[in-house]
C-alpha cells in the first residue's frame, strides 16, 4: 500500500459555477479547498485575441465555462473551453492568472475554421497544453476523425481523452477503435502504444 505524507493541500479550487448567466454557460470561479472555505469568488479578466468580445479592451469580463477548464502546473493559466465567442462552435481559451488576461487560443465553427468539437482540456507536467479533437464530417463533406492534439504527441484515429503521466513521459489515454472504450498507455511520442483495460477517463497517481 502506498502511504503518503500527513500534510495538507490547501491550494484553491477552480470550478463552472452554472448560473446561466446571460444565457451563457457556468462562471470561472474559485473556492478555497480547506475549512473554513468561505464564499465562492467569481474570476473576472480582459477578454483579448478574440473576434466578437463583448465586452473588450479595459472592461473586466466573466470567464464563462462550458464543461472543461484544466489549471497550469505551475499555476500561472487556467485553459477554459467555452462558447462565449459568438463566431465560433467552440473555444478555447487561455486565462493568465498575473495579468487577468484571457487569450483565445483554439476555435472552430461554420464557415471559418472547419467542423471541429474540442474537449478533454489536459496540462502536462513541464507546461505543455493539449486537448481533444473530433469531426464528423456530416456539415463540410471532410474526412471525420477522432484525435489528441499535444506537443509531439503522434495521435492514431480514435485517442480522446489524454492524461500525460506526472514525469512527462507516457501517456493515457482512451480509443474505442478496437470495439468498446479501452485504457491505453503510449510513449510521451505516441509509440509503444498496448491496452491496459476497458474504460473512461484515465488519470495518473500524483507526484507526492
Known sequence: M????????????IFALLQMIEGQ??????????????????IKGYLRDCTDCDPEGTDLAPIYVDRFVA???DS??????????????????????????SHEYAATGAD?????????????????????????????????FVKLVY????????????????????????NSSAGGPKIYVASAAGGHRHIVTKGHQP??????
Open 2 to 13: 502506498t502511504r503518503f505524507p500527513n500534510q495538507v493541500d490547501d491550494r484553491p479550487v
Open 25 to 42: 454557460f457556468g462562471q470561472l470561479t474559485t473556492i478555497k479547498s480547506t475549512a473554513p472555505f468561505g464564499a465562492p469568488k467569481a
Open 71 to 73: 489549471w497550469s502546473p
Open 76 to 101: 500561472s493559466t487556467i485553459a477554459v473551453f467555452n462558447h462565449d465567442d459568438g463566431q465560433f462552435d467552440d473555444v478555447i481559451y487561455k486565462y493568465d492568472v498575473a495579468t487577468r488576461e
Open 112 to 144: 471559418c475554421c472547419g467542423y471541429v468539437d474540442l474537449s478533454d482540456l489536459t496540462w502536462g507536467p513541464h507546461g505543455d497544453f493539449g486537448y481533444g479533437a473530433a469531426a464528423t464530417g456530416e456539415l463540410d463533406g471532410a474526412d471525420p
Open 151 to 174: 506537443p509531439g504527441f503522434v495521435s492514431v484515429e480514435g485517442d480522446r481523452s489524454p492524461a500525460p503521466s506526472p514525469h512527462g513521459t507516457r501517456m493515457a489515454f482512451v
Open 203 to 208: 488519470d495518473w497517481q500524483p507526484l507526492r
